[in-house]
T-cell receptor, first 113, second 113 residues
């Protein structure tokens, strides 16, 4: 049971470069999410998707782009990375229904220098 | 806007003692309250949750209580063990709508042997 996997797990990039974080889930969950985790802020929602081809902004979407062409994949792209985007990024998924438990991936550590 | 406050930010207890973490939410529509445990280098994992039609829920050494009137809920861990050391996050969500969670800022629990 692979669950939800993220890649890369660790990434160092330079300011201004484009970076894509991949997320893949094997549960066929309807909902997928991207969160960032920063000290003092907890987990903040960047974008979420209710189904393939349906995405919506979360709390902190600026500087990020998402797509969901297939139910199982939900990549997150930083179009022009900035130092403030240095963070740990978590992908998550949830099946439609109640209770809507969210299952998290292991995280992607991104450093922008 | 919607907000979840979590206290304390750090908590140290002796092995065998109890630990209590408290959260307060602002959105009256919230009716689902999960707790997540995050071990070092890993993604958050659900440990217990409670819905608004229940005042208390227990699972072995873990319990969660909910006071809807005061809009606060708490995590209780009894007979703490070293493996309980982790960061704990509370969250509030509505079971209808967009399935978005609002997370607290986390509590780092240290269980001292």
């Amino acid at each position: 049971d692979a669950g939800i996997t993220q890649s890369p797990r660790y990434k160092i990039t330079e300011t201004g470069r484009q970076v894509t974080l991949m997320c893949h889930q094997t549960w066929s969950h309807s909902y997928m999410f991207w969160y960032r985790q920063d000290l003092g802020h907890g987990l903040r929602l960047i974008y979420y998707s209710a189904a393939a081809d349906i995405t919506d902004k979360g709390e902190v979407p600026d500087g990020y782009v998402v797509s969901r062409s297939k139910t199982e994949n939900f990549p997150l792209t930083l179009e022009s990375a900035t130092r403030s985007q240095t963070s740990v990024y978590f992908c998550a998924s949830s099946d439609q229904g109640t209770p809507n438990t969210i299952y998290f991936g292991e995280g992607s550590w991104l450093t922008v220098v | 806007g919607e907000n979840v406050e979590q206290h304390p930010s750090t908590l140290s207890v002796q092995e065998g003692d109890s630990a209590v973490i408290k959260c307060t939410y602002s959105d009256s529509a919230s009716n689902y309250f999960p707790w997540y445990k995050q071990e070092l280098g890993k993604g958050p994992q659900l440990i217990i949750d409670i819905r608004s039609n229940v005042g208390e829920k227990k699972d072995q050494r873990i319990a969660v209580t909910l006071n809807k009137t005061a809009k606060h809920f708490s995590l209780h861990i009894t007979e703490t063990q070293p493996e309980d050391s982790a960061v704990y996050f509370c969250a509030a969500s509505s079971l209808s709508g967009t399935y978005k969670y609002i997370f607290g800022t986390g509590t780092r629990l240290k269980v001292l042997a």
